[in-house]
């Protein structure tokens, strides 16, 4: 199984801060990389698919990158509606496998 | 509009069985990937299993001889069938979309909890 290691798990921030998140996978998965977003008590919303390709209706402010085994989510600009989980998924093979989140927190 | 809706969760004894739906609108549920993923009470997301387009599926080990997805092409509908439950498998159930065209897991359903305790 593919292992994808998420850091850092939490962190603080401010409004207006940028904001980057890494996903680290045990091997490489070419693009097939997702990046999710989950607030308390919803279902999580997909922000980001292959790696960077913008889901629509997605903030700008929202970009991915990353190629092989290492991959960033950037939050160009943290927003109040920003706060909240974020996920990485790897889609290379079975069975798919998410990073184990990361917590933004208001500083 | 596409919309996912679960149904079905509820509280359930350890090795006792219960049925999850998805019921799907907005688009063909045979014509697309089709999965489900759960997360335990604080915990994160796994993904348990993917109905294919063609009819085929695959599973996570944690849920494979356990679990078994399955659609329903005249009501639109995705189900789990899962029997054997175990108090580890207390979670939200998701049911998400994808994987055949562009990216997995998108949209998602709002949930549905199952809780397995004597």
């Known amino acids: 199984d593919i292992q994808m290691t998420q850091s850092p798990s939490s962190l603080s921030a401010s409004v207006g801060d940028r904001v980057t998140i890494t996903c680290r996978a045990s091997q490489g998965i070419g693009s097939h990389l997702g990046w999710y977003q989950q607030k308390p008590g919803k279902a999580p919303k997909r922000l980001i698919y292959d790696v960077s390709s913008l889901q629509s209706g997605v903030p700008s402010r929202f970009s991915g990158s990353g190629s092989g085994t290492e991959f960033t989510l950037t939050i160009s600009s943290l927003q109040p509606e920003d706060f909240a989980t974020y996920y990485c998924?790897?889609?290379?093979?079975?069975?798919?496998?998410f990073g184990g989140g990361t917590k933004v927190e208001i500083k | 509009e596409v919309q996912l809706v679960e149904s079905g969760g509820g509280l359930v004894q350890p090795g006792g069985s219960l049925r999850l739906s998805c019921a799907v609108s907005?688009?063909?549920?045979?014509?697309?990937?089709m999965s489900w993923v759960r997360q335990a009470p604080g915990k994160g997301l796994e993904w348990l299993s993917v109905?294919?387009?063609?009819?085929?599926?695959t599973y996570a080990d944690s849920v494979r001889g356990r679990f078994t997805i399955s659609r329903d092409n005249s009501k639109n509908t995705l189900y789990l069938q899962m029997n054997g439950l175990r108090v580890e498998d207390t979670a939200v159930y998701y049911c998400?979309?994808?994987?055949?065209?562009?990216?997995?897991?998108?949209?998602w359903g709002q949930g549905t909890l199952v809780t397995v305790s004597s």
């Open positions: 998924l790897q889609h290379n093979s079975f069975p798919l496998t």
């Open positions: 109905m294919f387009s063609g009819g085929g599926a």
């Open positions: 998400a979309r994808g994987g055949d065209y562009d990216g997995w897991f998108d949209p």
């Open positions: 907005g688009f063909i549920v045979s014509s697309r990937y």
